[in-house]
């Protein structure tokens, strides 16, 4: 009978609609994991073997400027979006194979460098594996967004989290324990950073053999030439902003200051740092309308038409502002974690590696996965609220690390292990307090994360997703890279309590922001607002 043929059908789709929801959301976290390898490698692992290296906190601290291209790559994602390179794989997979092999070839060259002999080299080497980092990312962005539905989207921020994090904790965590002369293995930082590159040579694999296509919706419908002159235009326009800035960025930045330094008791070369800090940001000042009048004027019509499409929806300059501050405190605190454990606090590379990088991180991945699951029940609006007040507490955690010092609490020790890919090779003890903090941290950061991911997926549009979302996450980066210099030269400046204290308050801007923008929010949960993945 006719009748029962289309109920029947329905109970037969469920459990096949189910394996590809099942699908879907284990290729996001694998995505995760591909992201978050090379992360690390241009941040906390990164930091880590220059403090071995011995080079000073606030050096430490602007070399964090390597993360630039994350806060930048809106400027090509439009190429991402306009161009397909190998038709066989799609327009996403293509771009990611290629930044995959890209990304092996950058971090082999890092590990043959030395930063202590060649620190102009090893920075510039460091700046490329970091733009090609970012450029995955943006497909990857781009690709998960495509391919999950609203409904998916908060437990698949989760997953992707998950696999995220679970890469922090190879490139993060495990290799800190593998460098440990004494109690790990004793490995070289280059050996670590040949290891990561044949990594990303298995997940370029990965990405060309099994990773589903998509039913995407078509690439823009502009003038290629005028993409690829207006995206030059953009490069030119920065390298003359570079260039003005090195010639006269410094002799400004120092005339600016100096009624403030003049009169401080400031060591020389910290005032040099606040110097070099100025000369940043007359150069951001500059640069940014530079690009944007090139821009223009080429005719970018890609990032023009994306920029555009965003704009278009309400309260869209209120979100940019939320995505600069949501996570502003928490990277401000955790912009030279591994300098401060490590130097400051003087614990072992086996302990911060064993607590921060590894429980901490599966802490984190606690957190994301809690997180997911309170977002179905709070919704979207309430969990960046409620999740918002939790990152901040846990700053003043840090700084009661800072006030009271290690030993305060009773630990544990760790015993010794050999799993293979990691070994300790003796027993470890562990601060309770350390523990304590970063489990905090961790949780309320994971949480964080979780619906922060579902949020900039909701305001994506599938035809510009690649420039939508690297825009939105270049603003929620600017936090990470931008505030490392500041910190660096803050931390010596005023003492690690105060700069904890410091990143507490910078946390409450956000929620301010929230609050504000409470109902354009709420519309974009799924039970409320409309479905953005249109074509």
Same mark, same amino acid.
């Given at each position: 009978?006719?009748?029962?043929?289309?109920?029947?059908?329905?109970?037969?789709?469920?459990?096949?609609?189910?394996?590809?929801?099942?699908?879907?959301?284990?290729? !996001?976290?694998?995505?995760?994991?591909?992201? =978050?390898?090379?992360?690390?490698?241009?941040?906390?692992?990164?930091?880590?073997?220059?403090?071995?290296?011995? *080079?000073?906190?606030? #050096?430490?601290?602007?070399?964090?400027?390597?993360?630039?291209?994350?806060?930048?790559?809106?400027?090509?994602?439009?190429?991402?979006?306009?161009?397909?390179? %190998?038709?066989?794989?799609?327009?996403?997979?293509?771009?990611?194979? *290629?930044?995959?092999?890209?990304?092996?070839?950058?971090?082999?060259?890092?590990? =043959?460098?030395?930063?202590?002999?060649?620190?102009?080299?090893?920075?510039?080497?460091?700046?490329?594996?970091? @733009?090609?980092?970012?450029?995955?990312?943006?497909?990857?962005?781009?690709?998960?967004?495509?391919?999950?539905?609203?409904?998916?989207?908060?437990?698949?921020?989760?997953?992707?989290?998950?696999?995220?994090?679970?890469?922090?904790?190879?490139?993060?965590?495990?290799?800190?324990?593998?460098?440990?002369?004494?109690?790990?293995?004793?490995? &070289?930082?280059?050996?670590?950073?040949?290891?990561?590159?044949?990594?990303?040579?298995?997940?370029?694999?990965?990405?060309?053999?099994?990773?589903?296509?998509?039913?995407?919706?078509?690439? $823009?419908?502009?003038?290629?030439?005028?993409?690829?002159?207006?995206?030059?235009?953009?490069?030119?326009?920065?390298?003359?902003?570079?260039?003005? #800035?090195?010639?006269?960025?410094?002799?400004?930045?120092?005339?600016?200051?100096?009624?403030?330094?003049?009169?401080?008791?400031?060591? $020389?070369?910290?005032?040099?740092?606040?110097?070099?800090?100025?000369?940043?940001?007359?150069?951001?000042?500059?640069?940014?309308?530079?690009?944007?009048?090139?821009?223009?004027?080429?005719?970018?019509?890609?990032?023009?038409?994306?920029?555009?499409?965003?704009?278009?929806?309400?309260?869209?300059?209120?979100?940019?502002?939320?995505?600069?501050?949501?996570?502003? =405190?928490?990277? @401000?605190?955790?912009?030279?974690?591994?300098?401060?454990?490590?130097?400051?606090?003087?614990?072992?590379?086996?302990?911060?590696?064993?607590?921060?990088?590894?429980?901490?991180?599966?802490?984190?991945?606690?957190?994301?996965?809690?997180? =997911?699951?309170?977002?179905?029940?709070?919704?979207?609006?309430?969990?960046?609220?409620?999740?918002?007040?939790?990152?901040?507490? &846990?700053?003043?955690?840090?700084?009661?690390?800072?006030?009271?010092?290690?030993?305060?609490?009773?630990?544990?020790?760790?015993?010794?292990?050999?799993?293979?890919?990691?070994?300790?090779?003796?027993?470890?003890?562990?601060?309770?307090? %350390?523990?304590?903090?970063?489990?905090?941290?961790?949780?309320?950061?994971?949480?964080?994360?979780?619906?922060?991911?579902?949020?900039?997926?909701?305001?994506?549009?599938?035809?510009?997703?690649? #420039?939508?979302?690297?825009?939105?996450?270049?603003?929620? &980066?600017?936090?990470?890279?931008? !505030?490392?210099?500041?910190?660096?030269?803050?931390?010596?400046?005023?003492?690690?309590?105060?700069? @904890?204290?410091?990143?507490?308050?910078?946390?409450?801007?956000?929620?301010?922001?929230?609050?504000?923008?409470?109902?354009?929010?709420?519309?974009?949960?799924?039970?409320?607002?409309?479905?953005?993945?249109?074509?």
């Amino acid at each position: 009978m006719p009748e029962l043929d289309a109920p029947n059908a329905a109970v037969a789709a469920a459990p096949r609609a189910r394996l590809h929801a099942l699908h879907r959301l284990g290729v !996001v976290m694998v995505l995760g994991f591909a992201s =978050g390898l090379p992360l690390a490698l241009t941040g906390q692992a990164l930091q880590a073997w220059l403090s071995v290296e011995g *080079l000073d906190v606030a #050096t430490i601290g602007f070399l964090s400027l390597v993360g630039l291209p994350y806060t930048f790559k809106f400027l090509w994602a439009p190429l991402m979006d306009r161009f397909e390179l %190998l038709p066989s794989l799609g327009r996403r997979r293509g771009w990611l194979v *290629l930044s995959q092999l890209a990304l092996a070839l950058t971090l082999w060259a890092l590990a =043959g460098t030395s930063p202590s002999q060649s620190l102009q080299v090893f920075a510039l080497l460091a700046l490329a594996v970091a @733009f090609v980092s970012a450029s995955q990312d943006v497909v990857i962005d781009a690709y998960r967004t495509d391919l999950l539905p609203a409904a998916e989207r908060g437990l698949g921020s989760s997953l992707n989290v998950l696999g995220y994090r679970l890469a922090m904790i190879v490139s993060g965590g495990v290799v800190l324990i593998w460098t440990d002369p004494i109690q790990g293995g004793g490995w &070289s930082w280059p050996e670590v950073y040949r290891t990561m590159a044949g990594l990303m040579v298995a997940a370029a694999v990965v990405s060309a053999l099994a990773l589903p296509a998509l039913r995407q919706a078509a690439a $823009p419908r502009t003038v290629a030439r005028h993409d690829v002159q207006g995206f030059l235009a953009v490069l030119a326009a920065v390298g003359v902003g570079y260039a003005a #800035t090195s010639r006269f960025g410094p002799s400004i930045a120092a005339w600016l200051l100096s009624p403030w330094l003049g009169s401080s008791s400031l060591a $020389p070369a910290l005032k040099a740092r606040w110097v070099d800090l100025g000369t940043l940001l007359l150069g951001i000042a500059l640069t940014l309308p530079l690009a944007a009048f090139a821009a223009r004027r080429a005719r970018f019509e890609t990032l023009l038409s994306g920029l555009s499409n965003y704009f278009a929806q309400p309260g869209a300059v209120g979100f940019l502002l939320l995505i600069v501050l949501y996570k502003l =405190g928490d990277a @401000f605190a955790g912009s030279l974690m591994t300098p401060f454990l490590l130097q400051a606090m003087a614990f072992s590379p086996a302990e911060v590696g064993v607590v921060n990088k590894i429980i901490g991180l599966w802490l984190t991945i606690g957190g994301a996965l809690l997180g =997911g699951a309170l977002m179905l029940r709070l919704g979207l609006w309430r969990s960046l609220l409620l999740f918002g007040v939790l990152q901040m507490a &846990s700053n003043l955690g840090f700084w009661w690390l800072a006030v009271s010092g290690k030993g305060l609490m009773p630990g544990l020790t760790l015993p010794a292990f050999d799993w293979g890919i990691v070994e300790l090779t003796q027993p470890t003890a562990v601060d309770g307090g %350390l523990l304590m903090v970063i489990a905090a941290e961790n949780l309320s950061g994971g949480m964080g994360t979780a619906a922060f991911v579902a949020f900039l997926m909701s305001l994506c549009n599938q035809r510009f997703t690649a #420039t939508q979302f690297a825009l939105l996450s270049a603003f929620a &980066s600017i936090g990470r890279v931008w !505030v490392g210099p500041l910190a660096g030269v803050l931390a010596e400046s005023i003492g690690w309590p105060t700069f @904890f204290v410091v990143s507490t308050v910078l946390a409450l801007p956000a929620l301010v922001m929230l609050w504000l923008l409470r109902a354009p929010v709420r519309a974009l949960e799924p039970e409320r607002g409309a479905d953005k993945d249109n074509g």
